[in-house]
């Protein structure tokens, strides 16, 4: 009877052999199918569908028409408070050149001196801008169509003063209202400020309203060159200030 071979000398180095070469010829393979299905998975979620673009631009939508109406307020508000800002520049001006003298009382060469007012706090808004200062802002001379010229309308008091005389002589108190240019288009009726409870805001009145005036204002305006008699001027002026003659002394 023959006997197995007990010695395992030469079989654990064989199949070590095998095992090295089986893996040597696995590992590659594996690798490269590994490799090969992750570079696919990659080229299959690259890229946005067509789906997530239509959400996306449904969301920016959304966020413009949300936001836009607040973006056309804060235009109109920049738009009104340049326009406001300009106005009041043109109202001193015009205070500045009767303060010179340079826009003189019945000076036919010359339009725009302030009309004689019964009551300033109930002064009428002008029917014409033919007797009207013109502040001409763009060069052009002044226009209705134009959106940055101004008229300027004057209106002085002085109960001191006959009906006919002339204000210069002792001062006066002086209304200043602003209109744009545009104001005096065809179509537009201008309202009395008097009669209107609420004025022209800078938030709320978005690109303004044409029927009335962008700025009011008020000034005192001393008399001009030599008066005849200095002391009544100054007697005028304080009863104008203090608004009782009795509170003057002289």
Same mark, same amino acid.
């Given at each position: 009877?023959?006997?197995?071979?007990t010695d395992?000398?030469?079989?654990?180095? %064989?199949?070590?052999k095998?095992a090295?070469?089986?893996?040597?010829?696995?590992?590659?393979?594996?690798?490269? $199918? #590994?490799?090969? #299905?992750?570079?696919?998975?990659?080229?299959?979620?690259a890229?946005?569908?067509?789906?997530?673009?239509?959400?996306?631009?449904?969301?920016?939508?959304? @966020?413009?028409?949300?936001?836009?109406?607040?973006?056309?307020?804060?235009?109109?508000?920049? /738009?009104?408070?340049?326009?406001?800002?300009?106005?009041?520049?043109?109202?001193?001006?015009?205070i500045?050149?009767l303060?010179?003298?340079?826009?003189?009382?019945?000076d036919?060469?010359? $339009?725009?001196f302030?009309?004689?007012?019964?009551? %300033?706090a109930k002064?009428?808004?002008?029917?014409?801008?033919?007797?009207?200062?013109?502040?001409?802002?763009?060069?052009?001379?002044?226009?209705?169509? #134009?959106?940055?010229?101004?008229? /300027?309308?004057?209106?002085?008091?002085?109960?001191?003063?006959?009906?006919?005389?002339?204000?210069?002589?002792?001062?006066y108190?002086? @209304? /200043?209202?602003?209109?744009?240019?545009?104001?005096?288009?065809?179509?537009?009726?201008? $309202?009395?400020?008097?009669?209107?409870?609420?004025?022209?805001?800078?938030?709320?009145?978005g @690109?303004?309203? $044409?029927t009335?005036?962008?700025?009011?204002?008020?000034a005192?305006?001393?008399?001009?060159g030599?008066?005849?008699?200095k002391?009544?001027?100054?007697?005028?002026?304080?009863?104008?200030?203090?608004?009782?003659?009795?509170?003057?002394?002289?």
């Amino acid at each position: 009877m023959n006997k197995l071979p007990t010695d395992n000398n030469y079989s654990e180095p %064989l199949l070590f052999k095998s095992a090295e070469v089986e893996t040597k010829f696995s590992t590659p393979q594996a690798e490269t $199918k #590994s490799s090969s #299905s992750s570079e696919k998975s990659k080229r299959q979620d690259a890229g946005y569908t067509i789906i997530e673009s239509l959400v996306a631009m449904i969301v920016v939508s959304v @966020l413009m028409i949300a936001i836009a109406p607040v973006m056309a307020f804060s235009v109109a508000t920049r /738009v009104q408070a340049r326009r406001t800002e300009l106005a009041a520049m043109a109202g001193r001006a015009y205070i500045d050149g009767l303060r010179a003298g340079s826009i003189k009382f019945n000076d036919p060469n010359n $339009k725009g001196f302030p009309a004689k007012s019964a009551d %300033l706090a109930k002064q009428q808004a002008p029917t014409s801008k033919d007797n009207l200062y013109c502040v001409d802002m763009d060069g052009k001379g002044c226009e209705i169509s #134009s959106t940055k010229d101004f008229y /300027v309308q004057g209106a002085w008091l002085n109960k001191d003063n006959i009906t006919s005389g002339d204000p210069t002589s002792k001062g006066y108190q002086l @209304l /200043v209202r602003v209109y744009r240019a545009d104001s005096f288009a065809p179509g537009v009726k201008l $309202k009395n400020p008097s009669d209107t409870p609420t004025k022209q805001s800078i938030v709320g009145s978005g @690109l303004g309203d $044409k029927t009335m005036p962008v700025v009011e204002m008020v000034a005192e305006i001393p008399a001009l060159g030599d008066t005849p008699d200095k002391l009544e001027a100054y007697k005028s002026l304080c009863i104008r200030l203090q608004g009782d003659s009795t509170k003057c002394k002289y």
